[in-house]
């Protein structure tokens, strides 16, 4: 679940969730493990509107780029991926990532990880954001448990405790 391969691309694509929920538990800076990320509008759009001051996070933040999506590609992956329950913010994400070539996609919604997978993207959310930090020596073990566990008791991330479990143990195998 959270191992995949990990060999980071220059460039990933996100959703807000990620966004979302890293900021609320005060770990945006896990996100520098990306050299560049892009975000559709939409995207940007649903993070401005959730909170301000991330918004202006966003725009200082020197790896993350707005970027436009063509209203037409969205659509036309609408119509392939009606089975699942996508918002625009996520179609738009997948879409830019078929667009661009890049396979890591950056969400915590699972239907939004089922349609990529689908495609054949490789999806990650916070959980295995934490993870990867941790293994890239972003940060330490105990500041990525601790990640973990505010994951679970402060962000509005639907996450089991089961989940972060699994998070932590991935932790371990790499201490």
Known sequence: ???????????????????IHLAQINRLDLLDV??????????YSEVSAFDASLKE?????KNIKKTAVAPKNSDQLSKKLK??????????????CLEFGKKLF??????????????????????GI???????KHINY???????HALYEISNLFITKSIINIGIAELKKHK
């Not at 934490?130 to 890239?136: D, E, H």
């Open 142 to 148: 105990e500041d990525a448990e601790k990640a973990m």
């Open 1 to 19: 679940m959270l191992d995949g391969d990990w060999s980071m691309p220059d460039e990933t694509v996100s959703n807000s969730g990620p966004l």
């Open 106 to 127: 950056l969400t915590d919604d699972l239907d939004a990880r089922e349609a990529a997978a689908e495609l054949g993207l490789d999806p990650h959310g916070s959980v």
């Open 34 to 43: 990306f050299p560049e990320i892009y975000i559709p509008e939409e995207v």
């Open 57 to 61: 996070k966003l725009d200082r933040a």
């Open 83 to 96: 089975r699942f329950n996508l918002d625009l913010g996520e179609l738009q994400a997948i879409s830019l």
């Open 130 to 136: 934490i993870v990867l930090a941790y293994r890239k």
